[in-house]
């Protein structure tokens, strides 16, 4: 099997599972437990914490955990949004965002919110001009995606930062679900940036597992009220086996991290060196260092992007039309809906996403596949 | 930048006449022992200053380390070269170049110990000067209070280079003020009263009172983290607990409500002494504030003071909460001290503890109950821990949790 659909979701590596295991053995008191024993899982919580934190070069007080990307995205908006109400009713997004920052915004609206969703260019990427321009006084955040889920564009998060240094009192928000272990760290924690939202089971951790960075001093309203886990701004008894199994796996992908790279964009280059000569053949991610080195996203026109899912699946070979949370609802893709692509390219579209542990080989393999198929495709159209 | 050495300017100590050999013999050890992970580093104390050669060694660590040691007014770090006018220049420039903020101002300052070099300190003042204005575009000179003050010695064996100047500590170091013992609970208090103990010399030996099944076994550990993060600052501590559960008990059961508080500090207070005596220490510190809470008023002193002679040292006693605090969290103790375990201190508080015990009356309900045998007890059961900087008591899972992480 070839699995060329890491933004999905990903393999849980053998040794995190083995540390999901132990931990589910062996430490499972509750954190909030007197007793010692619950000490010891509360330890296990704060250390695993604490190495998340000096991976990533932030403070241990400045990492809370959740269920994963889409809590953490709907946390910081409705909980900026309750926090910052009586300051202001409106915020800027991009038109490109992943649903779980769309979907929360269009819920904000129905509650009187105002939002405006920035244009895209032809490669998915908003401008910071169009951002400067949608500032206004009562704009109480920003929230922009590190790298876009479809295509692989990377967001001028960077500068946006830059931009927002003049206008202190936004909340800005990154949704680096897609970021992480991909050679932007640096752009990530910019020294603007107030949250980052982060998913486990894209960085081969187990589902139910993702973190927010929040920066010190900066406070959101809780979303989840009980017991006061998470300095009591997300209750809920901490899911620790996957905590401590996300700390592992956080470590094992930025030890990996440069090697992964630099294979992600050989097999990419590959990839779209050979499919670029075939004239039905349209490819929107570049493989440039303002593109993701992981996702390649690509349409066959005349062909859905369904029909060539199902091809490919024919040859125990994985890929996705461009979102997997969105694929099954038919519907076309958001960002290149943005981009302007027409209807019937868009709905053509396909997306690999790779991850660490593909080879060139498999792209190889790949590319084969695609020549018999593309011949097959060609006859029928 | 990398610096190769860096150094250390002596504080209080070069005002201090015929200890000043002691003075700096101690201050060596205590550099030494801080920068002892460092293998490579060498340390030279020297009459006017101490010179630490890095060989190599990651200068900003060794310069995070040197900041928490007593009897250091500042230092700084250079950077040695060749004694050659053209390197000079170059390493000069640099610094100044790295430096630089818009409109910034700077100054030369040579000192020319090796007088057979080829310029003279006013020749090099101006050579350098005249370099970097030319340079660096927008920057101006200010001799009186300049932004960037660049730094130049020749000296026998190479020019030195520097223009950071960093602050140390201050105080004297730890060990030239004698040896006293510290009553630590694990608050706030305690903790800044110890540092502000070793800022002026003295080492400090930790007593801590339990109360077991009163208080847990995280209470102790809280006490134990305390001390490897002042640790720090001196160099090993020991570490001795003095259980207190019979005394606690015992004082429960036979005092009346009202003093229950101020016979157990006399209680703390006579075995502290005790233990001080025994070992040799010239006296007993406490994180005591005048008025913060019942047993910390000028008569519950009197009455809690009456059973030694022994000094009890009271570094906080006019000091307001909020500096307290601004210096528990400038000495990393801050977070540990308001972790939410019991201690000795809090049980057995009554609801209502007098705030002006009476000292007569403090001597006669104490007759209540067997001093001598409890305080032999308790004595006799003391455990002592050495306890090393950096020490990891809280969490002792530390290393299996790290093989799962």
């Known amino acids: 099997m070839i699995y060329f659909d890491n933004s999905a979701t990903t393999k849980v590596l053998p040794e995190v599972l083995d540390t999901y295991n132990k931990v589910s053995e062996r430490v499972w008191g509750n954190p909030s437990s007197l007793h010692n024993f619950g000490e010891q899982a509360f330890n296990l919580l704060e250390q695993s914490r604490k190495q998340i934190a000096n991976l990533l070069h932030v403070h241990s007080d400045e990492i809370y955990f959740t269920s994963g990307g889409t809590e953490g995205d709907n946390w910081v908006i409705k909980g900026t949004a309750i926090t910052k109400r009586e300051f202001g009713k409106h915020i800027i997004t991009t038109s490109v965002e992943h649903a779980a920052v769309h979907n929360s915004m269009e819920q904000l609206k129905q509650l009187g919110y105002e939002i405006t969703y920035l244009p895209v260019d032809d490669e998915g990427r908003i401008s910071v001009a169009d951002l400067k321009q949608a500032i206004r006084p009562d704009t109480i955040l920003v929230s922009i995606m590190a790298i876009n889920n479809e295509i692989g564009t990377i967001e001028p998060i960077q500068e946006a930062g830059e931009l927002l240094k003049n206008y202190p009192k936004i909340h800005f928000h990154i949704d680096a679900v897609q970021g992480l272990a991909k050679g932007i760290q640096e752009m990530i924690f910019n020294d603007r940036v107030d949250f980052v939202a982060f998913s486990g089971h894209k960085f081969h951790a187990p589902r139910g597992t993702g973190f927010i960075y929040g920066r010190r001093g900066r406070r959101i309203a809780p979303l989840m009220n009980g017991g006061g886990q998470e300095k009591n701004q997300r209750s809920g008894t901490e899911n620790l086996p996957g905590i401590a199994a996300m700390a592992k796996a956080i470590r094992l992908v930025l030890e990996k991290e440069p090697a992964a790279i630099k294979r992600e964009r050989e097999i990419k280059q590959l990839i779209s060196d050979h499919i670029s000569k075939f004239e039905k053949v349209v490819i929107f991610s570049k493989n440039d260092d303002r593109f993701a080195p992981h996702i390649l996203c690509f349409a066959i026109k005349g062909v859905r992007g369904e029909t060539i899912v199902h091809a490919f699946e024919k040859y125990h070979i994985y890929i996705s039309t461009t979102s997997a949370c969105s694929s099954k609802s038919h519907a076309e893709s958001g960002t290149l809906n943005a981009m302007k692509v027409p209807e019937n390219i868009a709905t053509s579209a396909v997306r690999i996403s790779l991850g660490d542990q593909n080879t060139l080989d498999e792209a190889k393999q790949f590319v084969d596949v695609f020549d018999q198929l593309y011949e097959e495709f060609d006859k029928l159209s | ?405």
């Open chain 2, 1 to 405: 930048m990398h610096y190769t050495e860096i150094m250390v300017r002596y504080g209080e100590l070069s005002t201090k006449g015929k200890n000043r050999k002691d003075f700096i013999k101690q201050l060596g050890r205590n550099v030494r022992a801080v920068l002892h992970q460092f293998p490579t580093v060498e340390v030279k104390p020297q009459r006017d200053r101490l010179h630490v050669t890095l060989n190599n060694e990651d200068d900003k660590q060794v310069i995070t380390a040197l900041q928490g040691v007593f009897g250091i007014e500042n230092f700084y770090p250079s950077i040695q070269i060749d004694k050659d006018m053209a390197t000079i220049k170059k390493v000069v420039l640099q610094m100044a170049r790295e430096q630089y903020t818009s409109g910034a101002t700077f100054k030369i300052n040579t000192r020319r110990q090796d007088k057979n070099f080829e310029y003279d300190t006013n020749q090099i003042n101006n050579i350098l000067g005249d370099y970097v204005l030319s340079n660096v575009a927008g920057i101006s000179v200010d001799v009186k209070h300049p932004d960037i003050a660049i730094r130049v010695e020749i000296r026998m064996n190479g020019a030195f280079i520097s223009s950071e100047i960093i602050h140390g500590a201050g105080g004297l170091p730890v060990g030239t003020g004698g040896r006293a013992t510290m009553m630590l609970s694990g608050g706030i208090d305690s903790p800044v009263a110890t540092y502000l103990a070793m800022k002026r010399g003295v080492k400090i030996d930790m007593i801590h009172f339990y109360s077991p099944p009163y208080t847990g076994e995280q209470a102790l550990n809280k006490a134990k983290q305390l001390t490897s993060v002042l640790a720090k600052y001196s160099g090993n501590i020991q570490f001795i607990q003095v259980p207190f559960t019979e005394v606690q008990e015992t004082i429960k059961e036979k005092v009346p409500e009202g003093y229950l508080m101020t016979i157990q500090r006399r209680m703390m207070l006579r075995i502290a002494a005790q233990i001080t005596q025994d070992r040799h220490c010239s006296g007993v510190f406490t994180g005591e504030a005048l008025g913060q809470v019942a047993s910390q008023t000028l008569e519950s002193m009197l009455a809690i003071n009456d059973v030694t002679t022994m000094p009890v040292l009271r570094p906080l006693v006019s000091m307001d909460k909020e500096d307290i605090i601004k210096i528990s969290k400038d000495i990393k103790t801050f977070d540990l001290s308001i972790l939410p375990f019991e201690d000795c201190c809090t049980i057995f508080t009554p609801p209502a503890p007098k705030t002006r015990p009476n000292l007569e009356k403090s001597r006669k309900f104490e007759a209540y109950i067997d001093v001598d045998g409890l305080m032999k007890r308790a004595i006799d059961n003391i455990k002592i821990t050495d306890i090393k900087a950096g020490e990891e008591f809280l969490n002792q899972d530390q290393d299996v949790f790290a093989e799962l992480l």
